[in-house]
């Protein structure tokens, strides 16, 4: 067994892009184990849009990364010692929230034994960003039967699963997504209606043409120009579901607002930040829900793993331009079940 | 009883602010009622910074006027003639929706004969400026008892009424108002709580310091930079109930959306637009409650008459150079009530 922990600390916040020298990685030795203590092995950590928020200090919804602190972030791992009664060597845990490659804590999250399914199902469609799918399109986009939701991003870890279970609901679902290869994998895969590439330059016609009777929902993981063609098409008591705004976390200065606004006057609609730990409480019956959706192969997902805790802030940056298919992991140690 | 009638016809759509050759006054005979018609003599007409959005082609919540076609806009008035049975000459009616003098309708909303009370409250604290003030705090923005709710355009006709019955519910209310005439006529008349004077041109602080707790509810009337200080200052689940963005009507290209949108993330907030008419059938239990607040002395209201058709134009312009001091109504003829 390793002795020494590797972990990203952030050494200065970010203006615009992150910057190779805003974090460091640093060793240091393992303390030891306290009484009710576990000491986990990480095996993936999960790199995310909102990393970049947390590395800012502008007002947001938790507390920013402090300077010297180690970075924040979802892992998941395997139990090596433990001084917890509840807790066992080889139990699977997640719940640490650090970037590093053993945390100890003082108890996680067990993950379900013998399910059959690999630990990634754990970091994607049935961890938090299966719930961010369920929650923010079911509780705040509120589909209907027949109405057309449109999900950007959609090729992404939380989008794919956004559009499944619009269309398991009985929508129209539309993606929008860069490149024809992703929206290509957005229909073909995911069973998307159809789906928008952004990279052609031509979103508000194309959204147009593939959304005949207007948009009624929009997951919306992207904000922008992108969610401004989306407002125009908003129809009458739209919904929003306002999960993210990727394109504009990287600005350096102030952030530009929709210039559509004011369509959620003139369409009545209504927009709703939502994030999901305000339905912490909830998540058992939708990992019921959409467990039995995984296990009957109504609901796909696709990681994209990079290896090494050294290419992190890489694989951060992958989701920052694009390039991740589904949702983005770093594996930082052996996976037993992959 | 004259015989011609005087209509402002929308003769072109407005580029930036209303010029006077957009709309003319023109003259036309009155034509014979045919059976189930009434005559009404128009004696008020509402004017509402939404007339300039009828006035231009954006998608919006109702058809835009045509061009040539008469000016929309609320009036109300008095039977002249009627060959409807449910009608009688002296009977007050309201929802005549033209800018004339006269008007043949197939019926109309009869006023209640009787209350006491002058025809100006029916095109004010109990007509839709009231409707809009009522559905629009407790239905979409929902406070609760304790919370701090923040009304722009405070001494406007809406503004006014919101904040009292925000006071009525138990909450802080802060109004945003121009000039300090306004903003002390919004405390002594209306018990705000305090007002923000925004000429003073320092909104973000004065706000701060008037929420000390925080932003919970906006009603919002102005939009803009007065939109994107409040929306700097929204508490966690806050609720933003969209009335109208005034501010921004007159642009004559691309509107600009709020740079702080990024806090309806943020703060897990509702952004909800609405429009009164959604409520037409909910009037009579509002009407009742307000009747009663009124006869209680709990809801004052400010009416700010121009007289003579021919003004009309010049009264919508008070509404946006910020010159009117509550509900701006153009007196068209004599008024029996006042």
């Known amino acids: 067994m390793s002795t020494m922990n590797r972990q990203w600390r952030l050494k200065k916040r970010p203006v615009g892009d992150i910057g190779k020298d805003d974090l460091e990685l640093v060793e240091s ?20 849009p909102t990393n970049r928020i947390w590395m800012s200090d502008i007002d947001q919804y ?6 010297g ?33 053993y945390s100890i804590l003082p108890g996680a999250g067990k993950l379900p034994a013998d399910t059959g399914l690999p630990l990634t199902a754990f970091m994607s ?24 939701v449109v999900v950007s991003a959609a090729a992404g870890a939380v989008g794919s699963i956004v559009g499944q279970i619009a269309k398991i609901k009985g929508c129209r679902v539309v993606g929008i997504a860069g490149g024809p290869e992703k929206c290509q994998h957005v229909v073909d895969k995911f069973g998307f209606d159809a789906c928008v590439d952004y990279k052609k330059g031509n979103v ?11 948009i009624d929902v929009d997951f919306e993981n992207v904000g922008g120009d992108i969610m401004d063609d989306v407002f125009t098409l908003l129809n009458l008591n739209a919904r929003v579901s306002l999960c993210g705004m990727i394109s504009t976390y990287n600005a350096a200065d102030d952030w530009t607002g929709p210039k559509m606004f004011r369509n959620i006057l003139m369409k009545r609609a209504i927009v709703q930040g939502f994030i999901i730990t305000d339905f912490l409480g909830r998540f058992p019956e939708a990992q019921a829900e959409m467990g039995q959706w995984v296990m009957e192969g109504k609901l796909k997902w696709d990681v994209d793993v990079v290896n090494g805790i050294e290419n992190a802030l890489d694989a951060l940056d992958r989701i920052f331009t694009g390039k991740n298919v589904g949702k983005q992991l770093v594996r930082l140690s052996d996976d037993p079940t992959a």
């Open 29 to 48: 030795p393992i303390p030891d184990l306290k009484d009710g203590e576990i000491l986990v092995r990480n095996i993936y950590l999960s790199v995310d």
């Open 125 to 148: 469609v049935l961890g938090a960003t299966g719930m961010t799918a369920y929650f923010g399109l079911l509780d705040v986009g509120k589909p209907k039967e027949g109405e057309t």
């Open 204 to 214: 508000l016609e194309d959204l147009r043409a593939a959304c005949p009777n207007g």
């Open 69 to 101: 602190d180690v970075m924040r972030g979802g892992t998941c791992g395997i139990v090596e010692a433990s001084k917890n009664s509840g807790f066992a060597p080889g139990d699977f845990v997640i719940g640490g929230m650090q970037w590093e490659t």
């Open 62 to 67: 938790m507390e920013p990364v402090g300077i």
